[in-house]
T-cell receptor, first 114, second 113 residues
Framework: ETGVTQTPRHLVMGMTNKKSLKCEQH?????MYWYKQSAKKPLELMFV???????ENNSVPSRFSPECPNSSHLFLHLHTLQPEDSALYLC?????????????FGPGTRLTVL | QQQVKQSPQSLIVQKGGISIINCAYENTAFDYFPWYQQFPGKGPALLIAIRPDVSEKKEGRFTISFNKSAKQFSLHIMDSQPGDSATYFC????????????FGTGTKLQVIP
């Protein structure tokens, strides 16, 4: 595997379900991100982890719970979601401390909440 | 002040034509301006980037023009091809510290034969 991988690629869940999204980066980076991508909106930064420590939580509802067990893996735990949470969830990684924050994205998980 | 405004929302260009996408920003602390390209079913990928100490950067058919005084930058795709059909995002960030990246809303480009 190379780059940033995400699983599953598609997920359909009911509002009472609990599910998790997984992201793995194979680039040796020290920062990982979760973004939400909705139609006609800018990419919304949700969470940032720097060396496994959460450094930003962009006022994300508590029904989204991130977990970063090490610098290569990132999870997004989902529970009691709402239909408006349906979107493409993108994971990204970068090397903080480099000149500029070039982010490398995974293919995303297309989430549908019924 | 953190916004990056992007236009147009969608663009249709004939094969061989020039595609132009424009972005504007407010935060003068931004000093890195990347463009990302996203194909359906894929995540965004870095296409080309510019720093404000130059007014233009060219890589193949892709050129970024940068106007620091107007706080605007644009992407030009010369000789547009059907394979260029994708969504393009401009972005901006500042060096040092946390380096948060702010993205534009995206432009869906369709190049027709």
């Amino acid at each position: 595997e190379t780059g940033v991988t995400q699983t599953p690629r598609h997920l359909v869940m009911g509002m009472t379900n609990k599910k998790s999204l997984k992201c793995e980066q194979h680039l040796g980076h020290n920062a990982m991100y979760w973004y939400k991508q909705s139609a006609k909106k800018p990419l919304e930064l949700m969470f940032v982890y720097n060396f496994k420590e959460q450094t930003e939580n962009n006022s994300v509802p508590s029904r989204f719970s991130p977990e970063c067990p090490n610098s290569s893996h990132l999870f997004l735990h989902l529970h009691t979601l709402q239909p408006e949470d349906s979107a493409l969830y993108l994971c990204a990684s970068s090397q903080l401390g480099a000149s500029y924050n070039e982010q490398f994205f995974g293919p995303g998980t297309r989430l549908t909440v019924l | 002040q953190q916004q990056v405004k992007q236009s147009p929302q969608s663009l249709i260009v004939q094969k061989g034509g020039i595609s132009i996408i424009n972005c504007a920003y407010e935060n003068t602390a931004f000093d890195y301006f990347p463009w990302y390209q996203q194909f359906p079913g894929k995540g965004p990928a870095l296409l080309i980037a510019i720093r404000p100490d130059v007014s233009e950067k060219k890589e193949g058919r892709f050129t970024i023009s940068f106007n620091k005084s107007a706080k605007q930058f644009s992407l030009h795709i010369m000789d547009s091809q059907p394979g260029d059909s994708a969504t393009y995002f401009c972005a901006a960030s500042s060096s040092g510290g946390y380096q948060k990246v702010t993205f534009g809303t995206g432009t869906k480009l369709q190049v027709i034969p």
